[in-house]
C-alpha cells in the first residue's frame, strides 16, 4: 500500500513562488512515477507535471513549463513541485499521484492519490 501526503500549500501573491512537496509511503517508493494535478473550483482535474521513477524523464502541461518544475528524491521518498511566477489562475487544490509508469500518471490512470493541498494565489 502507497499513501501520499501533500504539504506546502499556502497564500501567495501573485509572482510569488511555492514548493509543495508530497511524502510517499510503502516500501517500493522509487519504483512509482509519480506526478502532481490540480483542480480549480467548477474546473476538472487537470495534469500539471509528472517524474518517472528513477527522475531522469518529466512530463508537464505545456501551458506550465518553465514556471513550474517537477523533482524527487527516492531517498527521502518524497516528490516536489516547485513552482514560480505564480498567477491567480493557478490557484486550486494540488494532487500528488503515483503510478506504474510515466503514462498511466500523465493520463490520470494513476494508482494512488494525495488527499489534496491548496494553493491560493491572490493578485
Known amino acids: 500500500q502507497v499513501q501520499l501526503v501533500e504539504s506546502g500549500g499556502g497564500l501567495v501573491q501573485a509572482g510569488g513562488s511555492l514548493r509543495l512537496s508530497c511524502a510517499v509511503s510503502?516500501?517500493?517508493?522509487?519504483?512509482?512515477?509519480m506526478g502532481w494535478f490540480r483542480q480549480a473550483p467548477g474546473k476538472e482535474r487537470e495534469f500539471v507535471a509528472a517524474?518517472?521513477?528513477?527522475?531522469?524523464?518529466?512530463h508537464y502541461v505545456g501551458s506550465l513549463k518553465g514556471r513550474f518544475t517537477i523533482s524527487r528524491d527516492n531517498a527521502k521518498k518524497t516528490v516536489y513541485l516547485q513552482m514560480n511566477r505564480l498567477k491567480p489562475e493557478d490557484t486550486a487544490i494540488y494532487y500528488c499521484?503515483?503510478?506504474?509508469?510515466?503514462?498511466?500518471?500523465?493520463?490520470?490512470?494513476?494508482?494512488?492519490w494525495g488527499q489534496g493541498t491548496q494553493v491560493t494565489v491572490s493578485s
Open positions: 499521484a503515483a503510478g506504474g509508469v510515466l503514462s498511466t500518471v500523465v493520463s490520470g490512470r494513476s494508482i494512488y
Open positions: 510503502g516500501r517500493t517508493v522509487s519504483t512509482y512515477a
Open positions: 517524474i518517472s521513477s528513477s527522475g531522469g524523464d518529466t
